[in-house]
């Protein structure tokens, strides 16, 4: 399972790192996406990196503000944010995949196309 951490409330224009960590396995052969989920909306991906790190993918609305990237040695994906604004407010997960896949549209990633789910982290923009 993975787990995300770093959340919390930061104010318009600031920024967090989220981390993503596995427990029991290797992240090594496996594509990362981050999603975020707001309170009465659907599950929304946000970006994926692939197993080497050497492919990134980012939905437009975080395009330019977010990097996402991992450190295989450690195990762990990150999401660098800047430029927060109260619509990014979310709690955050991160999941695996075997290859990111970017879709046209509005949904960038689909949620069914990954797994290993675990507990999210509250990201709160304040304006």
């Known amino acids: 399972q993975l787990q995300a951490s770093g959340g919390g409330l930061v104010q318009a224009g600031g920024s967090l790192r989220l981390s993503c960590a596995a427990s029991?396995?290797?992240?090594?052969?496996?594509?990362i996406g981050w999603f975020r989920q707001a309170p009465g909306k659907e599950r929304e991906g946000v970006s994926c990196?692939?197993?080497?790190?050497?492919?990134?993918y980012y939905a437009d609305s975080v395009e330019g503000r977010f990097t996402i990237s991992r450190d295989n040695a450690k195990n762990t994906v990150y999401l660098q944010m800047n430029s927060l604004n109260p619509e990014d407010t979310a709690v955050y997960y991160c999941?695996?995949?075997?290859?990111?896949?970017?879709?046209?549209?509005?949904?960038?990633?689909?949620?069914?196309?990954?797994?290993?789910w675990g507990q999210g982290t509250q990201v709160t923009v304040s304006s």
């Open positions: 990196i692939s197993s080497n790190g050497g492919s990134t």
């Open positions: 999941a695996t995949t075997g290859r990111c896949h970017m879709y046209s549209g509005v949904r960038r990633f689909r949620p069914a196309e990954f797994g290993s």
């Open positions: 029991g396995f290797t992240l090594d052969y496996y594509a």
